[in-house]
């Protein structure tokens, strides 16, 4: 004698369909709050196409590195002697690695023994912005490129002649271009 199966409803227990709408509203809430509380969700956030400033000559520089991203972008600091820009002693001008605008003259660099690019001033006083570092407000202040906003580094009153000032600056956020003598 063979048995044959009832075919199974379509209907759902009502009890999970409950459930289920219960749980996706509330993950879907608990994504909003994340959301809203500034969370990001999801893969991260990679450089787009505005990491890629076009040169005087037309070719366009390549994108930034994660750790030119993390200092421009974020504010983060590289570790000391870690840029080969702290031993350049050629003839040029240092230019924002975000957006290529000239912040440092290679005239006005010197060795502070940091590790780091030190400058006694911008190459215009209208490349840089200088605001109140918040941790830091009576030691040093915050420098970004004025055209876009770039963290560079940060200023120190405890430079050589003739400012008095010591621009200590993350090698990874610039661009050394080297010139004719």
Wanted: proline letters at 9%; hydrophobic letters at 30%; glycine letters at 10%.
């Amino acid at each position: 004698m063979e048995t044959r199966a009832e075919p199974q409803s379509d209907r759902r227990n009502p009890h999970q369909t409950r459930r289920r709408l219960l749980a996706a509203a509330g993950l879907t809430g608990f994504g909003a709050l994340l959301t809203l509380t500034g969370w990001r969700t999801g893969p991260p956030r990679t450089a787009g196409p505005s990491t890629a400033a076009p040169l005087a000559d037309g070719h366009r520089r390549p994108r930034l590195t994660q750790t030119q991203l993390a200092i421009l972008r974020d504010g983060a600091t590289e570790e000391p002697f870690s840029s080969p820009l702290a031993y350049e002693e050629r003839v040029g001008h240092y230019d924002c690695a975000r957006c290529g605008s000239t912040v440092y003259r290679a005239a006005d660099k010197y060795d502070s023994g940091t590790g780091w690019p030190a400058f006694v001033q911008p190459a215009d006083p209208e490349a840089i912005r200088r605001s109140p570092e918040p941790k830091l407000e009576d030691v040093s202040q915050q420098v970004t490129c004025a055209r876009c906003g770039g963290h560079l580094g940060r200023v120190y009153d405890d430079g050589p002649p003739p400012t008095g000032r010591r621009h200590c600056i993350n090698g990874h956020a610039l661009v050394f271009i080297a010139t004719d003598a």
